[in-house]
């Protein structure tokens, strides 16, 4: 869909999205390659201690026919529900295929979550079907009551009496025909993170994948490259891991390195990125601040040709770390688990400017507005707003049409998120509404406070937060994680106040320095402030 046009404002310009009749995920991501070259590789798994064992198309498409048809045998029907509960490996895929299949939807989840969080989310999408692990089995065992819909559980570590054993399914051998589906069919329920308060589900038709290929080529620098070789520490579950690298990744031919990890461990991602050749990364920027800390980072010798960074600001400190360390130019993308990858730099076309998050992805209209719903102007800050029709654009919230509703003036999508837009289209986050902190007057986004603060030599990770005061309305909090070899004391808490006082303003810089061991973040990496707003 993208022309060959390397000339992005003639390529935003000249975009127009050409959707097929006929979409579907299995077809997308697996069936597509299995038919033309069955051993191509679409996986490489690592597994602790033992080298990368690769993992067909043919593979895929075999194991998930089977996997399809023995799921299809037990009741399970198109429109359906079915939960992913798995780290990152073949059954994720297999599953994912499989489920597609039977125009079955897939709710990704994270084993992150602990069991309250996952029987939320089984409940609120009434899923009837769940592929897990082990872990998952102990996780569902220990729901204070199990969803009412949940008929069908199948273990990749065996059946017992309450899960079906996921190989001997397999073994069964069957084989179905592909239900026939339009890219407009839902086809993902994806949780969003729960930044802000309970987790929604957002239902996506297929098309969503569609959506993300053309910005993909671009920020990974026209992908796919002969050698291209992809990898995400993100959980697979989340709509980064899921859509900002796996799917698009299969769909391009291009091999995905699979870990299975719980914790991120930024010294094993440079030594895996080393290890498994991966050349193109989708990295979450709490896990490129986290690799900062990393000394020497070119011991491990990782060789990267792309990266992708999204979810929070990527910052400058961050952005010129990552080309000395990384040696690449990382181009950050904006968007949301509702609707992704509308906003992006691309290097590779001449856009990327430290500090902004890029310009809107061709094929996607962005557009800036104030409370009132009018246009703002270069430099007026004011909400992000994402014009429909979009492929990438969600179905709607999964029973909540009111939420939905709520959500869009006319065609436009409201994010929630504030930004401003330079004279030459540049796009700046400021923040999200909920985390804009008012002091003395002043409007002020925790982004730019905290890009300052991690530029502190003691600091790890930081945010800044809004605390209620009676003078100012609010003033600049912030809550700093150290790096290893610093301890906290009220010295220390002095000269990180000064340090963004002499380099922002005296209105933007933290009067209160709390420090804390670890900060409260989401399972894709997001400093959840909500929580540190809350801390007296
Ligand atoms: P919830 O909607 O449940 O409160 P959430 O908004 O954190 O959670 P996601 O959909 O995973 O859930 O995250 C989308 C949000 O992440 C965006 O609305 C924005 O606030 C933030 N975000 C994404 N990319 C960037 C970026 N490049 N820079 C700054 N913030 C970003
Ligand atoms: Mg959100």
Same mark, same amino acid.
């Given at each position: ?43 490489? @798994?690592?597994?602790?201690?033992? *080298? /990368?064992?690769?993992?067909?198309? $043919?593979?895929?498409? %075999?194991?998930?026919? !089977? #996997? ?112 026939? @589906?339009?890219?407009?069919?839902? *086809? /993902?329920?994806?949780?969003?993170? $729960?930044?802000?308060? %309970?987790?929604?589900? !957002? #239902? ?333």
């Amino acid at each position: 869909m993208l022309p060959e046009i390397r000339d992005h404002a003639r390529l935003s310009a000249e975009f127009r999205w050409r959707l097929p009749r006929r979409f579907s995920i299995a077809e997308a991501i697996c069936d597509r390659w299995a038919t033309r070259e069955p051993d191509r590789t679409a996986l490489l @798994l690592k597994r602790p201690g033992a *080298a /990368l064992e690769p993992v067909s198309y $043919g593979a895929l498409r %075999a194991a998930s026919q !089977a #996997l399809a048809a023995a799921l299809a045998k037990r009741g399970l029907r198109r429109g359906d529900r079915a939960a992913v509960l798995l780290p990152q490996g073949a059954e994720v895929v297999t599953a994912h295929v499989a489920l597609s299949r039977l125009g079955v939807v897939v709710a990704p989840l994270a084993l992150a979550f602990g069991p309250d969080g996952i029987a939320y989310r089984l409940g609120d999408c009434d899923a009837r079907a769940i592929v897990t692990n082990a872990e998952g089995l102990a996780r569902l065992r220990a729901m204070a009551a199990q969803p009412p819909g949940l008929e069908i559980v199948v273990s990749v570590d065996g059946g017992d009496g309450a899960a079906l054993d996921y190989a001997g399914l397999i073994a069964e051998g069957g084989a179905v025909e592909d239900e026939a @589906l339009t890219p407009d069919d839902p *086809a /993902l329920m994806i949780y969003t993170s $729960g930044t802000a308060g %309970a987790p929604k589900g !957002a #239902l996506h038709g297929g098309r969503v994948l569609l959506g993300h290929l053309p910005g993909l080529r671009m920020t990974h620098e026209f992908f796919p490259q002969p050698g291209d070789r992809a990898w995400t520490p993100a959980d697979w579950a989340w709509a980064g891991g899921l859509l900002n690298l796996l799917m698009p990744a299969l769909h391009y031919g291009v091999a995905v390195v699979a870990q299975p990890a719980t914790k991120f461990d930024p010294e094993a991602a440079f030594a895996l990125m080393a290890e498994a050749g991966v050349r193109n990364a989708f990295l979450p920027p709490t896990a490129l601040r986290l690799m900062a800390g990393v000394p020497n980072p070119e011991r491990f010798g990782a060789k990267l040709r792309s990266a992708v960074a999204a979810g929070e600001r990527l910052g400058e400190a961050t952005f010129h770390w990552a080309r000395e360390a990384l040696g690449v130019t990382v181009n950050e993308v904006y968007g949301q688990t509702e609707c992704n990858y509308v906003l992006s730099s691309a290097a590779g076309l001449g856009v990327s400017k430290p500090g902004f998050i890029g310009k809107p992805t061709p094929g996607h209209v962005v557009g800036l507005f104030d409370d009132d719903g009018r246009p703002c102007g270069p430099d007026e800050p004011g909400e992000i707003c994402v014009r429909r029709p979009d492929p990438i654009l969600f179905l709607g919230y999964w029973n909540r049409p009111e939420a939905t509703a709520e959500k869009f003036r006319g065609d436009w999508w409201r994010t929630g998120d504030q930004a401003v837009m330079d004279h030459e289209g540049y796009v700046r986050f400021v923040g999200r509404d909920d985390d804009v902190i008012t002091t003395s007057g002043y409007r002020v986004g925790p982004g730019e406070i905290e890009d300052c603060l991690s530029r502190h030599p003691a600091v790890a990770l930081a945010a800044a937060v809004g605390k209620p005061d009676a003078l100012r309305t609010e003033i600049v909090r912030a809550f700093v994680q150290l790096r290893p070899g610093f301890a906290p004391s009220e010295a220390l808490a002095g000269d990180i106040s000064r340090f963004v006082r002499e380099r922002l303003s005296a209105h933007e810089y933290p009067r209160e320095v709390t420090f804390v061991d670890e900060l409260p973040l989401t399972t894709s990496g997001k400093v959840i402030r909500r929580q540190l707003r809350d801390r007296a």
